[in-house]
């Protein structure tokens, strides 16, 4: 069985920084897709950032050039470094995975992420 744990949230002050974690089970190479959603309270879950086939790297608009996300294969960790976090990125951010033939989907249980004003 797959397991994701996320690690690394917290409150943080608007500006500032924050690096979450997510620790497989299992070898990165064995998941076609590896990223982060995140879900505002009463709000739907959206994605973020993620990398597809180890190669491709999408970021959502809301995102793109404040956040990276990025893997490590000998620590078999998807990591997203946030910086010049805004109080809209406030969320709990959620790991996920798909199986190489995409049939499959694994999610962590999720970290919250605060930022003030």
């Known amino acids: 069985q797959v397991q994701l744990v996320e690690s690394g949230g917290g409150v943080v002050q608007a500006g500032g920084s924050l690096r979450l974690s997510c620790a497989a089970s299992g070898s990165i190479s064995n998941f076609n897709e590896v990223g982060w959603y995140r879900q505002p309270q009463g709000e739907r879950r959206e994605l973020v950032a993620d990398?597809?086939?180890?190669?491709?790297?999408l970021l959502s608009d809301a995102v793109e050039g404040r956040f990276t996300i990025s893997t490590d294969n000998a620590k078999n960790t998807v990591d997203l470094q946030m910086n010049s976090l805004k109080p809209e990125d406030t969320a709990v951010y959620y790991c996920y995975a798909t199986s190489l033939d995409g049939s499959d989907e694994y999610w962590g249980q999720g970290t919250q992420v605060t930022v003030s004003r």
């Open positions: 990398i597809i086939s180890g190669r491709t790297t």
